[in-house]
Structure formats: C-alpha cells, structure tokens
C-alpha cells in the first residue's frame, strides 16, 4: 500500500521550492500528538484566530461554489419558491410539473430536500431530470455527490460518480464530462468519514494521473483524516511529508485542526 502511495504522489511532485521558516510546531501532523499552543501570548492567540478565520473563509468559498453561478431572473425567483416549500414531495411535484432545462433549479431542489431531511428524494430528482432527457453539468453532479455524503450514502455516491466520470465511452465528446478539485474532494472527504483508505487512494490516483489535477489543502487533510480513522500513522506521515515538500501547499497547525 505504501508503494502505491509513493508512486501516486510522486507522478504529482512539482519543482521543491525552499521552505519558508516556521515554527517547528507547524511541521508536526497534528494527528500524531495533542493539540498545543505556543507559549501564552496575545499576538500569538490574535495570528491562530485570523488563521482560522481565513481558512473558513477558504472553506466555505470552496462549498458555496458548488450552486454559484449565473442565474436569469425567472430561475431565481424559482430557486426562492423552492426554498420556501416545508414539503419534498411538495419540491418532486414542482419540478415534474416545471418545464425548464437549467440545472440550477434542480441542483437547488438537491440542496432543499437535504435541508428538509429527506435525502432519499435525491434519487428522484436524478430520475427526473433522466426523464426530461436534461443534460447535467458539472455544478448539478457536484450538488448531489455532496448531500449524498452528508447524508453518509457513500454506495450512492460512489455509484454516481461512477456513472457520471467512468462510464461515459457512449456520449459524445461534448456531453463528456470532466471531475473538478471539488468532486474529488468530496468523494476522498466520504472515503475519511468510513475510513476508507483504498477507496481515498484510488480517487486520487484518477485525480492526479488521469485528470492532472493537483492536490489542494483541502484534498490532504481530507486524506489525513482517512488516515486517521483507518489508524494508519505511516500513510498519514507520508501525506503529510509531501504536503510540506512537494505540493506546495500552505500548511498550517489550524488547518490541521479541521481533519
């Protein structure tokens, strides 16, 4: 397993540039010792809450980009009808009646039945969607991969992202479509929930070889945290090995403390 990793993270490994000073504290994974501050200072607590802040700025930009997009007036004066409705049933029987082919209505429709509690109605909105022969875009599949794991439907999920990015030989090269950093930060970040290191491995093997995407903070300490409910301390050491060396990612312990 280790070979595997090695050989996965090196085909990703870019020019090392030369590590900006930090505390030794910030080149620790987290996962391996307590948390623990540095000595008690108030412009120390002033850096870690400014630090925190941005990484959920960070965060947060990273999820909102999942329905962001633009949208005409009529979508989103539906987009609003949809998010007033207390029913999912209410949600299924608008859209089966509405006639539109833009996907944002349907990606909201997505997002409303999680907030009501009611992720088994997300199977219904693919099949209506299917029904009304509406191509889905990267946003809409984004959308459901998401709730689907927040709702910890990981055979979905996987099911999903199978149909949509592995099994496309019979579309045309136009409706092809191609995984972003978020998909697959949101299929490594189901793989962390059940500890499923093989299945985190292989996304991002097909990430790095096969889309050529590079690795952000989100996508390793997604990882790191697969790691650590897998209790496996020698991947996770590796991980975070090349997160500092090779991947030129901005680390810092308060990012850390989000795994």
Same mark, same amino acid.
């Given at each position: 397993?280790?070979?595997?990793? !090695?050989?996965?993270? *090196?085909?990703?490994?870019? &020019? $090392?540039? =030369? #590590?900006?000073?930090?505390?030794?504290?910030?080149?620790?994974?987290?996962?391996? !010792?307590?948390?623990? *501050?540095?000595?008690?200072? &108030? $412009?120390? =607590? #002033?850096?870690?809450?400014?630090?925190?802040?941005?990484?959920?700025?960070?965060?947060?930009?990273?999820?909102?980009?999942?329905?962001?997009?633009?949208?005409? #007036?009529?979508?989103?004066?539906?987009?609003?009808?949809?998010?007033?409705?207390?029913?999912?049933?209410?949600?299924?029987?608008?859209?089966?009646?509405?006639?539109?082919?833009?996907?944002?209505?349907?990606?909201?429709?997505?997002?409303?039945?999680?907030?009501?509690?009611?992720?088994?109605?997300?199977?219904?909105?693919?099949?209506?969607?299917?029904?009304?022969?509406?191509?889905?875009?990267?946003?809409?599949?984004?959308?459901?991969?998401?709730?689907?794991?927040?709702?910890?439907?990981?055979?979905?999920?996987?099911?999903?992202?199978?149909?949509?990015?592995?099994?496309?030989?019979?579309?045309?090269?136009?409706?092809?479509?191609?995984?972003?950093?978020?998909?697959?930060?949101?299929?490594?970040?189901?793989?962390?929930?059940?500890?499923?290191?093989?299945?985190?491995?292989?996304?991002?093997?097909?990430?790095?070889?096969?889309?050529?995407?590079?690795?952000?903070?989100?996508?390793?300490?997604?990882?790191?945290?697969?790691?650590?409910?897998?209790?496996?301390?020698?991947?996770?050491?590796?991980?975070?090995?090349?997160?500092?060396?090779?991947?030129?990612?901005?680390?810092?312990?308060?990012?850390?403390?989000?795994?």
């Amino acid at each position: 397993m280790i070979t595997m990793i !090695i050989t996965t993270l *090196r085909r990703a490994s870019i &020019r $090392q540039k =030369a #590590l900006n000073k930090r505390p030794n504290w910030n080149l620790v994974p987290y996962i391996l !010792i307590r948390r623990f *501050r540095q000595p008690d200072s &108030r $412009q120390a =607590a #002033l850096d870690e809450e400014h630090q925190m802040a941005q990484y959920k700025k960070k965060l947060k930009g990273q999820q909102g980009a999942l329905l962001k997009t633009y949208l005409p #007036l009529e979508t989103q004066y539906e987009r609003l009808l949809i998010q007033k409705m207390k029913f999912g049933t209410e949600i299924l029987q608008y859209l089966k009646e509405n006639s539109s082919q833009d996907t944002s209505l349907y990606a909201a429709a997505v997002k409303r039945c999680s907030e009501l509690k009611c992720p088994n109605l997300i199977i219904r909105i693919i099949e209506i969607v299917e029904s009304k022969h509406i191509h889905p875009d990267i946003i809409f599949n984004n959308t459901i991969l998401n709730h689907l794991g927040k709702w910890n439907k990981f055979d979905l999920q996987k099911h999903y992202f199978q149909q949509w990015f592995e099994k496309q030989q019979d579309q045309n090269i136009d409706q092809l479509l191609v995984p972003t950093i978020i998909t697959f930060n949101t299929m490594i970040k189901g793989c962390a929930k059940r500890g499923d290191f093989k299945q985190a491995l292989y996304y991002l093997h097909l990430m790095i070889d096969k889309y050529n995407i590079k690795p952000d903070l989100i996508t390793c300490t997604s990882l790191l945290s697969v790691c650590a409910n897998a209790r496996d301390i020698q991947s996770a050491e590796l991980i975070w090995n090349k997160m500092i060396h090779d991947f030129n990612i901005d680390v810092d312990i308060i990012s850390i403390r989000q795994c």
